[in-house]
């Protein structure tokens, strides 16, 4: 069965760039999350979705961070003018149903090299 | 910012041991969870434990929890090689009221678990 997908797998991208992040949650899944992963820590929430509804953006680090869900489905992370720390893994998770006790499935993560 | 801390931040055990790490928090809290992270098949959820349970099992695994300390603990019996991956503890924030829980996990750093074989 199909899980959480992302792509692309590996960014690498010169600092000023803008970068897009795409997240395929697993299909009907309701909520969508985004988190960032620096080595040797944990992952750290950037942002929610319900449907394609942003219900918190709380996480994410600066304006330069921008996410979208459009359609309820695929979403898309968005860098503008990356900054050396923005480099990490990039973690999108999707859940069944909105709530608190919901699992987060995982998707395999975007590494984003910025230069 | 991370709220949980596990402890310790690496383990390494013989196969066929036990395992156990330890997890500290610092707010209220919803629920904690446990995932286990490896390069083969990135975080996967372990286990949930909810703020009015104390203890929970699944398979090979025990969870523990005491409120009154902001702490929690994961046994691993019976350990495996392909047990070897990191640990984290995740914990949903209490917003206070019922059912109520932020949004997004709080992760701590993790545990290294190294199992030789």
């Known amino acids: 069965g199909a899980g959480v997908s992302q792509s692309p797998r590996y960014k690498v991208a010169k600092r000023g760039q803008d970068v897009a992040l795409r997240c395929d949650p697993i299909?009907?899944?309701?909520?969508l999350f985004w988190y960032q992963q620096a080595l040797g820590q944990g992952p750290e929430f950037l942002t929610y979705?319900?449907?394609?509804?942003?219900?918190?953006k709380s996480g994410l680090p600066s304006d330069r961070f921008f996410a979208e869900r459009p359609e309820g489905s695929v979403s898309t992370l968005k860098i503008q003018r990356t900054q050396q720390e923005d480099s990490a893994v990039y973690l999108c998770?999707?859940?069944?149903?909105?709530?608190?006790?919901?699992?987060?499935?995982f998707g395999p993560g975007t590494r984003l090299t910025v230069l | 910012s991370q709220q949980g801390e596990e402890d310790p931040q690496a383990l390494s055990i013989q196969e066929g041991e036990n395992a156990t790490m330890n997890c500290s928090y610092k707010?209220?809290?919803?629920?904690l969870q446990w995932y286990r992270q490896n390069s083969g098949r990135g975080l996967v959820h372990l286990i949930l434990?909810?703020?009015?349970?104390r203890e929970k099992h699944s398979g090979r695994l025990r969870v523990t929890l005491d409120t009154s300390k902001k702490s929690s603990s994961l046994l691993i019996t019976a350990s495996r090689a392909a047990d070897t991956a990191s640990y984290f503890c995740?914990?949903?924030?209490?917003?206070?009221?019922?059912?109520?829980?932020?949004?997004?996990?709080?992760f701590g750093k993790g545990t290294h678990l190294i199992i030789q074989p």
């Open positions: 998770a999707s859940s069944l149903l909105a709530g608190t006790y919901n699992e987060q499935f």
């Open positions: 299909s009907g899944h309701v909520s």
């Open positions: 979705f319900q449907n394609e509804a942003q219900l918190d």
């Open positions: 707010t209220s809290i919803n629920n």
């Open positions: 434990i909810r703020s009015n349970e």
């Open positions: 995740a914990t949903r924030l209490d917003l206070g009221y019922s059912g109520g829980g932020a949004d997004g996990l709080t």
